[in-house]
């Protein structure tokens, strides 16, 4: 048993050196005093054949592991404790909302966790969910749209979708853990 606390640290770890948004983290630029190069390799963006990846594909290694990051606080099975579950992710979620700027990196690291968690997150929280996530519609949204950036708009509309069609009520596909084996419904072929 003192062996599960452990590997939940060393998971945790791989996350936070994956994606500093998992901690939550961010460096601010203008006070970091590093290059454009060094600045963004803080961020996370890793060098591919002597160049930086992308910004596309910074925002998809974002998004995923913001994604697996949700689906690892969600995860609840009866009888077993989540380490780092519903009340680690709602405090990540304060802390992220209280400490981070409206940004595309930020945006997408939030639609991508409450995407995961948010369901999970609703039916335990129920209406103090319900508040962050006027929070974030009313100040995180509107810091977005106040920027007049165009490249915020897709990650804008991701934002407004999930709060204002009321995504967070509706079980994600592959939330329940299957009791059944595909493989104990499935009748073998015949040899022929």
Not at 42 to 52: I, N, Q, S, V, W
Not at 87 to 94: C, I, S, V, Y
Not at 168 to 176: A, D, Q
Request: glycine share 6%; hydrophobic share 40%; aromatic share 12%.
């Amino acid at each position: 048993m003192l062996q599960a606390p452990l590997a939940m640290d060393l998971l945790l770890a791989e996350f936070h050196k994956a994606c500093i948004f998992t901690v939550p983290k961010y460096v601010v630029k203008s006070q970091s005093g590093l290059s454009k190069e060094a600045y963004l390799k803080l961020l996370g963006y890793r060098e591919e054949d002597g160049k930086l990846e992308t910004e596309d594909k910074y925002l998809g290694r974002v998004e995923s592991c913001m994604k697996l990051y949700g689906a690892l606080v969600q995860t609840e099975i009866n009888g077993v404790r989540n380490l780092h579950g519903l009340e680690e992710g709602w405090a990540w979620l304060a802390r992220f909302l209280n400490f981070l700027p409206a940004n595309i990196y930020t945006a997408v690291a939030l639609e991508a966790f409450i995407k995961m968690a948010g369901f999970a997150l609703f039916r335990r929280y129920k209406s103090q969910f319900k508040k962050i996530l006027n929070l974030i519609s009313q100040h995180f949204v509107s810091a977005l749209e106040e920027r007049g950036d165009s490249n915020l708009n897709p990650i804008i509309m991701k934002l407004k979708f999930y709060i204002d069609t009321n995504q967070y009520c509706k079980e994600p596909e592959g939330w329940r853990i299957e009791t059944s084996l595909l493989s104990e419904i499935v009748e073998p072929e015949p040899n022929p």
